[in-house]
């Protein structure tokens, strides 16, 4: 059977005005129970309610909206519990399957219970250590990165391998993969390939400004791509203009060792996205559109990190904002800036809730006279206040005084004889 925990996460927000949290630990310290803190992987959806997967040195986590489940080898047929990567797609359409890379091949999960798994024993797969997974956009179909090989897959029967014999491949030792409009850019050990169906194109150091051929994180943003590399730091490149700026420890980088660049993390102070460099022993560093290094993070909440392995952002489903995940060896690092009230609605009762400073602003309606008990608990579903009100019918509001409580999520939980809510919300700065 499958392992699930307590763990609150939902629901739905409508537009006002940004509050957010610092970042916040998801870990075994704070009593998560999680089947290992060093987190590989990360992936979330925009405006979806599938669950936001990690990907654990000893397990997969989901994250759904009551709870979080535990998948490895004893309860699912999961190949390997050391997850290397998952997919990710950015649709409005909704997600109908996660793609889950170990280094014992390759599955396919639909959320629920179906799953489905490749190996070089029963599909074409070149090697069984899946380093890199990405939907096909416009290419169709998914594209796997491997140790000895690229593997397009139209998920159907179809089984396309691309080696440095058939293809422009610089190397068969895929380590990131990125689409960007008609065309896949593959990261390699001995330079970046671009590939647009027919045509290959391979940068490296000899005929390009790249600090090094070994490719690790590529991603484009600000109209430039960006690409990191395993020990020489990061740049970026229009590539039309052949204009070049580069990114290490004597200017300002933490590391110069790359593993994740990720783009558009909102930063509520200054109402600006930013790009994310994760690093192997600087924790995160940010840049904004300036290409300045704003900020370098590496420890929260008297924890320090130095490894960030991957990071995902995503639009809450049914609203606007941001939730930001990050993957580094003490577990997983959240930060939330929602566009701001939380609510949730049912035939009898609607409920909104936000905070204005340390003032929990609680918004209902009912249509009927009955008893409500209201909860606040934290992330891990700890309560930390309760009480009683006897609603009347018509429209009410309920100010609670939170000034005790720090910076971070809560969840607050309406409870009536006939129907129960738990919405999310924020307590800003």
Not at 98 to 115: A, D, L, P, R, V
Not at 397 to 403: A, E, N, P, T
Request: hydrophobic letters at 35%; proline letters at 3%; a negative charge.
């Amino acid at each position: 059977m499958k392992k699930t925990y307590v763990f609150l996460l939902s629901l739905l927000i409508c537009e006002t005005v940004f509050s957010q949290t610092d970042w916040i630990w998801f870990h075994n310290d704070f009593g998560y129970n999680f089947p290992s803190d060093t987190i590989l992987a990360v992936t979330s959806y925009d405006y979806s309610d599938e669950p936001t997967i990690a990907g654990t040195a000893n397990g997969l986590v989901a994250f759904d909206d009551a709870s979080f489940t535990i998948y490895d080898t004893s309860n699912s047929i999961l190949l390997d519990n050391k997850i290397n990567c998952l997919s990710y797609y950015t649709s409005f359409f909704p997600v109908e399957s996660q793609w889950i890379g170990t280094g014992k091949g390759i599955c396919k999960w639909n959320f629920s219970s179906e799953w489905q798994c490749y190996t070089t024993q029963n599909s074409p797969l070149p090697n069984d250590s899946i380093t890199a997974i990405t939907l096909g956009n416009s290419l169709g179909g998914i594209w796997i990165g491997t140790v000895n090989g690229l593997v397009h897959f139209d998920e159907d029967s179809t089984w396309t391998i691309y080696d440095t014999d058939n293809s422009g491949l610089p190397s068969n030792k895929v380590q990131c993969l990125l689409f960007v409009g008609n065309g896949l850019y593959v990261g390699t050990d001995k330079g970046l390939a671009f590939f647009n169906d027919s045509v290959w194109y391979v940068k490296n150091t000899f005929n390009s400004g790249l600090p090094s051929d070994d490719i690790t994180a590529v991603s484009m943003w600000s109209g430039k791509l960006w690409i990191g590399t395993r020990s020489s730091g990061a740049c970026d490149s229009s590539f039309t203009t052949n204009e070049w700026k580069y990114f290490n420890t004597t200017n300002g980088l933490s590391s110069d060792s790359i593993t994740i660049i990720k783009s558009d993390f909102f930063n509520p102070g200054t109402w600006a996205m930013e790009l994310l460099i994760g690093t192997m022993g600087g924790g995160m560093c940010f840049i904004n559109y300036s290409e300045t290094i704003t900020r370098i993070v590496n420890e929260v909440e008297n924890t320090s990190f130095r490894n960030v392995y991957d990071a995902s952002t995503n639009i809450p489903y049914g609203g606007w904002g941001q939730e930001k995940w990050t993957a580094t060896e003490k577990g997983i690092l959240f930060s939330a800036s929602y566009a701001g009230i939380s609510q949730v609605n049912s035939e009898s009762l609607q409920v909104s809730a936000f905070f204005d400073g340390n003032i929990l602003n609680v918004d209902y309606f009912s249509d009927k006279s009955e008893p409500i008990m209201f909860k606040i608990s934290d992330a891990i579903g700890r309560s930390l206040l309760t009480g009683n009100i006897l609603s009347q019918i018509g429209s009410r509001q309920l100010q609670i005084q939170l000034s005790q409580l720090p910076t971070q999520v809560y969840f607050l939980t309406i409870e009536t004889p006939t129907n129960k809510g738990t919405v999310k919300v924020v307590k800003p700065y």
